[in-house]
């Protein structure tokens, strides 16, 4: 199962790699207790078009986004659904967690991430399950399933 590509503006990567050393403390604890031991790969700070998502999985085409309080204004909310437009024509959904839920619902956050993930990897299996291959449907559940966790 190869993920889509999307493509990035190269001149946004300074602004990236800043935002990678300088995460909220809210983008640190999902991260640093949560994503970066999670069972495929995700990056941080990862750039789609001219935009910088918090957190990307190609495998499962989702983007976690952490919303501050800046996402609540008309502007903020106007900005927001235009980066969830731009994803969305790439295929990506996109995963919202206000920052007061990464302070006080950590486990539900980490619980609800799982579901979308699960989600999209079932979605994924089930796609590929009704194509026909020379690796027959173990085959492809195994390509589909690698390095993924569907508890």
């Known amino acids: 199962m190869k993920p889509n590509i999307v493509?990035?503006?190269?001149?946004?990567?300074?602004?990236?790699?800043?935002?990678?050393?300088?995460?909220?403390?809210?983008?640190?604890?999902?991260?640093?207790?949560?994503?970066?031991r999670y069972p495929v790969k995700i990056y941080k700070q990862r750039i789609i078009e001219s935009f910088i998502a918090d957190f990307y999985c190609s495998r499962a085409q989702l983007v976690i986004?952490?919303?501050?309080?800046?996402?609540?204004?008309?502007?903020?909310?106007?900005?927001?659904?235009?980066?969830?437009?731009?994803?969305?024509?790439?295929?990506?959904d996109v995963l919202r967690f206000s920052n007061y839920?990464?302070?006080?619902?950590?486990?539900?956050?980490c619980e609800k991430s799982i579901r979308r993930f699960n989600l999209a990897f079932e979605a994924a299996l089930?796609?590929?399950?009704h194509k026909s291959s020379p690796l027959g449907g173990a085959g492809i559940a195994q390509q589909?399933?690698?390095?993924?966790?569907?508890?």
Request: contains cysteine; neutral net charge.
């Open 144 to 151: 589909c399933l690698r390095g993924f966790v569907l508890s």
């Open 7 to 36: 493509p990035k503006n190269g001149d946004m990567l300074p602004r990236a790699r800043e935002l990678r050393r300088e995460m909220t403390p809210q983008e640190r604890k999902l991260w640093y207790q949560f994503l970066r």
């Open 65 to 92: 986004e952490l919303d501050g309080a800046q996402h609540t204004t008309e502007q903020g909310l106007l900005y927001d659904r235009e980066r969830s437009s731009i994803f969305s024509q790439y295929g990506l």
């Open 126 to 129: 089930s796609r590929y399950m």
């Open 101 to 109: 839920e990464v302070d006080l619902q950590f486990e539900a956050v």
